[in-house]
């Protein structure tokens, strides 16, 4: 998502009470989850840290942020120049505040580190292995669609994201965001999505797709309305396979994979390689089964082959890829899209009101 709401989330700490912001270089973990995920992941967090005490003897520090957090502290750690100042560890979904290179170059993997585990085949396809090994995908978060076949209308299902700008689609599409109310813009939106669509079918693409959606809500909302007649839902809706999954009213709607791939934000984590020893029970942590499984049957499938269910059969991934990540402004060109998103939204707005 794009723009958030920070609350005070001190996280999970192991020792210091003092804020996060000032004791970066002390952490040996710093991490941000999707919400979902959070109190899971703390959990497996906390129970690694036990036995590393009682098998190594000495305690990792780690913080796993939580509340409204996203931003702070990551926002301050590219401009930290010693490495002796950030994190040994970072987890996060990719994001621009991580993918900085005076940040990434604190990262760099040593030459004799292991090799990750194989990833599924769906990854391997879609490219989500870091080529320069430096952010270690563990997870994913694909975004589906949430189709209700009543709403429908006797309208074939969509099969690729390009079917989301026939059309026939007018008024029929909802993906995430949030604002108070209709009267101020949204202060939180599904940013990736529209950056993702504008990459690939351009500001003609984009502007299809913003005369398709209805409006713009939060995820979970939309997957408690959807197959009712609420008229905030239409017969489409785009959301994390999580969210997708929860909609109590599955005789009337279907979760659809895309088959040119679901839109897919890989979850990572950065290592200081002089600090690989110390943290390996973390990286054995993240890339192992147990967590493995936790984000199969949370629908944020881990990208280890190993375990078993994670992806339906036959799904396909598809994102913007390492080489758009490390040769573009992110932030730059996500906020674009979304002002041209909206501003295409506006505008039908505006013409559907003098009619």
Not at 131 to 152: E, M, N, T, Y
Not at 298 to 320: D, E, S, T
Request: net charge neutral.
């Amino acid at each position: 998502m794009t723009r958030s709401h920070p609350q005070a989330a001190p996280g999970a700490r192991h020792g210091s009470t003092l804020p996060v912001a000032e004791r970066l270089g002390e952490l040996d973990l710093l991490g941000r989850m999707p919400i979902p995920l959070r109190r899971a992941f703390k959990a497996g967090i906390d129970q690694t840290v036990a036995a590393a005490r009682a098998a190594e003897g000495y305690t990792l520090d780690c913080c796993c942020l939580g509340g409204g957090e996203w931003y702070s502290p990551f926002d301050t750690l590219a401009t930290t120049r010693d490495p002796g100042q950030l994190p040994g560890m970072l987890v996060s979904t990719i994001y621009h505040d991580i993918l900085a290179p005076s940040l990434l170059e604190h990262y760099a993997p040593a030459t004799d580190a292991p090799p990750p585990p194989a990833m599924h085949p769906a990854c391997v396809e879609a490219g989500l292995a870091d080529p320069l090994g430096v952010f270690q995908v563990f997870s994913a978060i694909p975004f589906v669609w949430l189709v209700d076949h009543k709403r429908l209308k006797g309208r074939p299902a969509p099969r690729v994201w390009r079917d989301l700008l026939d059309p026939c689609w007018h008024n029929e599409i909802v993906f995430g965001g949030w604002r108070p109310n209709p009267r101020v813009p949204y202060q939180d939106y599904n940013g990736y999505l529209l950056l993702a669509l504008q990459r690939e079918f351009g500001h003609d693409g984009l502007s299809a797709f913003a005369a398709n959606v209805r409006h713009l809500q939060h995820n979970v909302r939309t997957a408690t309305q959807a197959g009712s007649n609420s008229r905030d839902v239409g017969a489409i809706a785009v959301l994390p396979w999580l969210q997708a999954e929860l909609c109590p009213r599955r005789e009337r709607t279907a979760v659809l994979w895309p088959q040119d791939g679901a839109l897919v934000m890989p979850i990572g984590y950065m290592l200081q390689a002089a600090q690989r020893r110390r943290l390996a029970p973390l990286v054995d942590y993240l890339s192992g089964s147990a967590l493995g499984e936790v984000l199969a049957r949370n629908c944020y499938p881990p990208v280890n082959a190993a375990v078993a269910g994670a992806f339906p059969a036959g799904a396909r991934l598809k994102w913007p890829g390492w080489d758009y990540f490390r040769s573009h402004d992110v932030a730059a060109e996500q906020r674009a899209a979304a002002d041209f998103f909206f501003a295409a939204s506006n505008a039908r707005e505006a013409v559907s009101a003098c009619n």
